[in-house]
């Protein structure tokens, strides 16, 4: 809660009276209680209702008002020597500040060069918590259920829990029957009533063209699974191999292309290697090292955009001779003289 301000948290001015705050504070936290809310909202007001708590905490009581106005949240936790234990209550209350557990799986993926360029379709394996297809995820064997008795089949429990603010209600997950509200009669021998086994899965994956070196792919649906079919996610970073002719930035590819002297002064046509196919160019009379030749559209394609594509540079450059024949020498001496 450190530098936070508890004013615009309770939606109150700095000069307002204790009963302005108090009346603010229980119309928001009527708003934002987490019982009045659907689970997928359910952390967010967990959150917002601890965070209005704790202001009102300090703002009720007249001498931590003063101290926070003082000082502001920093100064008034090293002044108050435990004012931060206000978000370990709330989280004891919710849980404990605990997440469930991620269901997306990450893995990298090593791709060739040129399969990003022009993507692939790749099959890999993974091992992961699946649904159990003997009992269809069900835990039972025979698909016969009782009622939880711990719960009285609602899957969540609620418990009363005494606050410096009054009595508050908990609800949590029922630890015997996992949510469910219901236990298996006979439970599935595969999975042992889980509805969960690890099993290794293979996952058809679309590499799209142009993909580029540390982006991620997103696979629905692809991670691990919970009882109740719920699932994750999986990711794949992409690793791409580094090419033996080519360099990618961005878009755009670039290479460096040898030529000899002769080529160099007297000119010549050259086959140059591109993406996809080899290019026929003439070289013109006195052509110098590091000259840059430029072809337009020949590079990769955006990701998605397929129709845009990044430019081909190719690199001249002069190529000296460490050896050289005698004819050589002596027509490299007769070209010095002339020179």
């Known amino acids: 809660m450190a530098n936070k301000d ?7 001015k700095k000069t307002d ?32 209702f601890k965070e209005i708590n704790v202001a009102y905490a300090t703002l009720s009581d007249e001498g931590k008002r003063r101290q926070y106005d003082a000082g502001g949240t920093s100064q008034f936790r090293q002044r108050s020597g435990g004012h931060g234990d206000f978000a370990d209550i709330f989280g004891s209350m919710f849980g404990g500040g605990s997440e469930e ?21 790749k099959e890999i394996s993974i091992k992961k918590d699946v649904s159990c297809k003997k009992c269809d995820g069900s835990g039972s064997k025979d698909g016969k259920f009782d009622t939880c008795k711990k719960c009285d089949g609602q899957g969540r429990i609620e418990t009363i829990q005494q606050t410096p603010w009054g009595a508050m209600r908990r609800a949590t ?28 899965e293979k996952v058809k994956v679309k590499i799209p063209e142009g993909i580029d070196n540390g982006q991620t792919i997103r696979i629905v649906d692809a991670g691990e699974s919970i009882k109740g079919g719920k ?16 360099k990618r930035e ?31 160019v003439k070289l013109a009379k006195g052509t110098e090292s590091g ?35 005698r004819a050589q020498i002596k027509l490299f001496k007769e070209l010095k003289k002339l020179d």
Request: glycine share 6%.
């Open 101 to 121: 557990v991620s269901l997306d799986l990450h893995y990298r993926l090593t791709i060739d060069f040129m399969e990003a360029v022009f993507g692939v379709e």
């Open 291 to 325: 000259s840059v030749l430029r072809f337009r559209d020949k590079g990769v394609a955006l990701v998605n955009s397929p129709s845009y594509k990044g430019d081909f540079f190719v690199n001249i450059i002069v190529k000296t001779p460490k050896k050289l024949s």
């Open 173 to 200: 997950k029922c630890d015997e029957c996992e949510g469910d509200g219901k236990i298996a009669k006979n439970k599935c021998h595969h999975c042992s009533g889980s509805g969960i086994v690890n099993s290794r």
């Open 250 to 280: 961005n878009e755009d590819i670039y290479m460096d292309f040898e030529i000899s002297f002769a080529q160099a002064a007297l000119g010549d046509e050259v086959s140059i290697p591109t993406l996809k196919d080899a290019v026929k």
């Open 17 to 48: 009276s204790i009963d302005t705050i108090k009346k603010s504070y229980k119309k928001l936290a009527l708003k934002y209680h987490p019982d009045k809310v659907h689970d997928d909202k359910k952390q967010e007001h967990e959150n917002k």
């Open 231 to 246: 699932k994750g996610d999986l990711f794949l970073q992409i690793q791409v191999k580094p090419h033996k002719i080519f």
């Open 6 to 12: 508890y004013y615009k948290i309770l939606e109150v």
